[in-house]
T-cell receptor, first 112, second 115 residues
């Protein structure tokens, strides 16, 4: 049973470009969470999704960021018109119900 | 609102000795869960141990154990017989169920195990 998968592992974008981060949850998990880790900080919750629904997006910046978890396929975190401050590690976690231990390896986004 | 505090930015420990990493939390919920994660320099988040608020016994998992003091709202991680591979960042997190289904993380403690 493969763990939570994220790709790409590293992503470099120039300012103003779009970044798309993908997360495939563990098999049988219908809950997905995205977290952001800025350099030298802990993880901060961004959004919680279930299949085709956004349950809690209280941690998402109001502009440029969006997330989806379609019926088929991975969850996508999309950042439009990236700025240098978006450089961070983005982690996805999945669970069958409550959150917990199943984190992906993260995507390290660098904005140049 | 819930809050997690890790007051030790960094810790040193000699190999084979035990070390305690502190974590205090603030919540008005009766039901909650507490997690510890390890983040090595490679960056992944590794789940270590979990304590439920209604668990009467301290959680243990191999060399990891929790000193859970509910009245003091603290859940300190004890690593016994430290190994060089234990050198990493350690994060404490609190989970609140219900509609707000997310983890709130502390700022972490950087542990360095010295030979």
């Amino acid at each position: 049973n493969a763990g939570v998968m994220q790709n790409p592992r590293h992503l470099v974008r120039r300012r103003g470009q779009e970044a798309r981060l993908r997360c495939s949850p563990m098999k049988g998990h219908s809950h997905v969470y995205w977290y952001r880790q800025l350099p030298e900080e802990g993880l901060k919750f961004m959004v919680y999704l279930q299949k085709e629904n956004i349950i809690d997006e209280s941690g998402m910046p109001k502009e440029r960021f969006s997330a989806e978890f379609p019926k088929e396929g991975p969850s996508i975190l999309r950042i439009q018109q990236v700025v240098r401050g978006d450089s961070a590690a983005y982690f996805c976690a999945s669970s069958p119900d409550s959150p917990g231990e199943y984190f992906g390896p993260g995507t390290r986004l660098t904005v140049t | 609102a819930q809050k997690i505090t890790q007051t030790q930015p960094g810790m040193f420990v000699q190999e084979k000795e035990a070390v305690t990493l502190d974590c205090t939390y603030d919540t008005s919920d009766q039901s909650y869960g507490l997690f510890w994660y390890k983040q090595p320099s490679s960056g992944e988040m590794i789940f270590l141990i979990y304590q439920g608020s209604y668990d009467e016994q301290n959680a243990t998992e191999g060399r990891y154990s929790l000193n859970f003091q509910k009245a003091r709202k603290s859940t300190n991680l004890v690593i016994s017989a430290s190994q060089l591979g234990d050198s990493a960042m350690y994060f404490c997190a609190i989970y609140r169920g219900g509609a707000t289904n997310k983890l709130i993380f502390g700022t972490g403690t950087l542990l360095a195990v010295q030979p």
